[in-house]
């Protein structure tokens, strides 16, 4: 399997170009890492005619409550001065609510830190201007937001110089040279904006992580998505450099064709590496097999796949298929849809489960979808619930298929172009409908891989290898 034209342009173009050419701010911080990840999304959808960048939603402004509560919240429940083993960077994103315990549980920090026996704080980012609380963890600080907030007023403040400027106008040229026969005019002015606002909030951003590390002194920090660049390139780098050894946990799929743990060799000899992880944690061989990334790989295994089992037998109620979306687009999945109806029984259902960055406009995004009785839109917080319950997973290019994978559960892979190229024939298998009706009368064989395959995905004992592996720095 080859990457896609897309990333091969992106990976080809920093092959030829060093990052360290073309910098901002004193630290020097490669202007690639500001616009790489917005380049191949960009690239990927113009080419592609999908949607991935941006799938859509509300952008609603923050309220005063948000200000204090940032600035409130920004220390946690530890005092400023006290020192932290571990400090966690995550998004809002992954917190799901358990209804048990009326609190959200995110299901990778919240894990990770339970593992460990060591002094530990989540520095946690808002979801939509809002935090998700209580939070399990008994530590939760808004440090993140908190300078955000800061360095939104200094960009508003600083102008840059007329040098800087034109170092971002010609490095734009260069892009445009590169890649402007697929990309808009729009592309290019969001990249200059983004740059300009890169450059003029960096001081504010260096200050307070700076001071972040110099009062919490951790042995080691952990950040989702830290191989993605933008404002992770210049915390990892400052990181870095004051000692602190940075870590990413694999939180999703990963292959030859992710965009963020893909580069060309050449990367490895660029400061450009500076800014990205010095270890990349997987869910299993599988996955640190499929990347290539400066980041030195760490096979760990998943806190959640550990601890999820398939239940022997199905829950009581009618059976439905679950059918989960990447966004490609609202006509592709009601095709899939109309062919799952056309062989199921009448007392069979589709649950559709969109993807994270596509709940809050899925019920208008996919009406016609929607509008078949037998369709109902999946709105379960945990997806392993909506997983065990179900009699078959449909699906594309999404982890949640390794995860049915895992469980144990009949999975079919829906037969088009892009999920050709990225899901492995060795172990999925591609859908036809005229099977459906068997599969769930259990007359068709769903074959699974073997034991030895799964755990090649999914490691076991993700728990004893996570502590043997924080152990290294405590």
Same mark, same amino acid.
């Given at each position: 399997?080859?990457?896609?034209?897309?990333?091969?342009?992106?990976?080809?173009?920093?092959?030829?170009?060093?990052?360290?050419?073309?910098?901002?701010?004193?630290?020097?911080?490669?202007?690639?890492?500001?616009?790489?990840?917005?380049?191949?999304?960009?690239?990927?959808?113009?080419?592609?005619?999908?949607?991935?960048?941006?799938?859509?939603?509300?952008?609603?402004?923050?309220?005063?409550?948000?200000?204090?509560?940032?600035?409130?919240?920004?220390?946690?429940?530890?005092?400023?001065?006290?020192?932290?083993?571990?400090?966690?960077?995550?998004?809002?994103?992954?917190?799901?609510?358990?209804?048990?315990?009326?609190?959200?549980?995110?299901?990778?920090?919240?894990?990770?830190?339970?593992?460990?026996?060591?002094?530990?704080?989540?520095?946690?980012?808002?979801?939509?201007?809002?935090?998700?609380?209580?939070?399990?963890?008994?530590?939760?600080?808004?440090?993140?937001?908190?300078?955000?907030?800061?360095?939104?007023?200094?960009?508003?403040?600083?102008?840059?110089?007329?040098?800087?400027?034109?170092?971002?106008?010609?490095?734009?040229?260069?892009?445009?040279?590169?890649?402007?026969?697929?990309?808009?005019?729009?592309?290019?002015?969001?990249?200059?904006?983004?740059?300009?606002?890169?450059?003029?909030?960096?001081?504010?951003?260096?200050?307070?992580?700076?001071?972040?590390?110099?009062?919490?002194?951790?042995?080691?920090?952990?950040?989702?998505?830290?191989?993605?660049?933008?404002?992770?390139?210049?915390?990892?780098?400052?990181?870095?450099?004051?000692?602190?050894?940075? =870590?990413? /946990?694999?939180?999703?799929?990963?292959?030859?064709?992710?965009? !963020?743990? @893909? $580069? %060309?060799?050449?990367? +490895?000899?660029?400061?450009?590496?500076?800014?990205?992880?010095?270890?990349?944690?997987?869910?299993?061989?599988?996955?640190?097999?499929?990347?290539?990334?400066?980041?030195?790989?760490?096979?760990?295994?998943?806190?959640?796949?550990?601890?999820?089992?398939?239940?022997?037998?199905?829950?009581?109620?009618?059976?439905?298929?679950?059918?989960?979306?990447?966004?490609?687009?609202?006509?592709?999945?009601?095709?899939?849809?109309?062919?799952?109806?056309?062989?199921?029984?009448?007392?069979?259902? =589709?649950? /559709?489960?969109?993807?994270?960055?596509?709940?809050?406009?899925? !019920?208008? @995004? $996919? %009406?016609?979808?929607? +509008?078949?009785?037998?369709?109902?839109?999946?709105?379960?917080?945990?997806?392993?619930?909506?997983?065990?319950?179900?009699?078959?997973?449909?699906?594309?290019?999404?982890?949640?298929?390794?995860?049915?994978?895992?469980?144990?559960?009949?999975?079919?892979?829906?037969?088009?172009?892009?999920?050709?190229?990225?899901?492995?024939?060795?172990?999925?298998?591609?859908?036809?409908?005229?099977?459906?009706?068997?599969?769930?009368?259990?007359?068709?064989?769903?074959?699974?891989?073997?034991?030895?395959?799964?755990?090649?995905?999914?490691?076991?004992?993700?728990?004893?290898?996570?502590?043997?592996?924080?152990?290294?720095?405590?």
């Amino acid at each position: 399997m080859e990457a896609p034209l897309s990333l091969q342009r992106v990976m080809n173009f920093e092959a030829r170009v060093d990052p360290a050419d073309f910098v901002l701010s004193p630290w020097r911080v490669p202007m690639w890492s500001v616009v790489r990840s917005y380049i191949a999304g960009a690239l990927y959808d113009a080419i592609a005619g999908t949607n991935f960048q941006k799938k859509g939603g509300t952008h609603p402004r923050p309220t005063p409550g948000y200000f204090y509560r940032t600035w409130a919240g920004r220390n946690g429940t530890t005092p400023a001065l006290q020192p932290l083993d571990v400090v966690y960077i995550a998004t809002g994103s992954g917190n799901v609510l358990r209804q048990d315990e009326g609190r959200y549980f995110n299901w990778i920090t919240d894990y990770c830190a339970k593992a460990i026996d060591a002094r530990s704080q989540v520095v946690e980012l808002s979801k939509g201007w809002q935090y998700s609380r209580p939070r399990t963890h008994p530590d939760v600080s808004t440090q993140h937001d908190w300078i955000a907030v800061r360095a939104q007023f200094a960009a508003r403040s600083r102008c840059l110089s007329a040098e800087q400027m034109r170092d971002i106008d010609r490095y734009l040229e260069l892009l445009r040279n590169v890649f402007g026969d697929t990309l808009r005019a729009s592309h290019f002015i969001y990249m200059r904006r983004a740059l300009q606002v890169s450059a003029a909030s960096a001081a504010a951003w260096h200050d307070g992580y700076q001071r972040f590390f110099e009062k919490r002194r951790p042995r080691l920090l952990q950040i989702d998505g830290a191989s993605y660049g933008g404002w992770w390139a210049y915390i990892v780098r400052w990181a870095r450099a004051a000692g602190i050894p940075v =870590v990413e /946990f694999q939180h999703g799929y990963i292959g030859h064709d992710h965009y !963020a743990y @893909n $580069y %060309a060799p050449s990367v +490895a000899a660029s400061t450009y590496r500076d800014g990205l992880p010095d270890y990349f944690l997987t869910f299993g061989q599988y996955w640190a097999d499929s990347v290539s990334t400066p980041s030195q790989k760490v096979v760990i295994g998943s806190p959640r796949m550990n601890e999820h089992s398939r239940t022997a037998a199905l829950p009581a109620g009618a059976p439905y298929v679950l059918l989960a979306s990447t966004g490609v687009g609202a006509e592709f999945y009601l095709s899939v849809v109309q062919g799952l109806l056309r062989g199921l029984p009448q007392e069979c259902t =589709v649950r /559709f489960r969109p993807h994270p960055g596509e709940r809050q406009v899925a !019920a208008t @995004n $996919y %009406a016609a979808l929607l +509008a078949d009785a037998r369709v109902h839109l999946d709105t379960e917080p945990d997806v392993y619930r909506s997983m065990a319950q179900a009699a078959l997973v449909v699906g594309d290019i999404t982890t949640l298929m390794f995860e049915a994978v895992g469980l144990g559960i009949p999975t079919r892979v829906i037969d088009c172009d892009i999920a050709r190229k990225r899901m492995p024939a060795s172990i999925f298998q591609f859908l036809d409908y005229d099977e459906i009706p068997g599969l769930l009368r259990g007359e068709a064989v769903a074959a699974q891989p073997d034991k030895a395959l799964r755990e090649q995905i999914w490691a076991p004992d993700w728990k004893a290898r996570y502590q043997a592996f924080v152990a290294r720095f405590l």
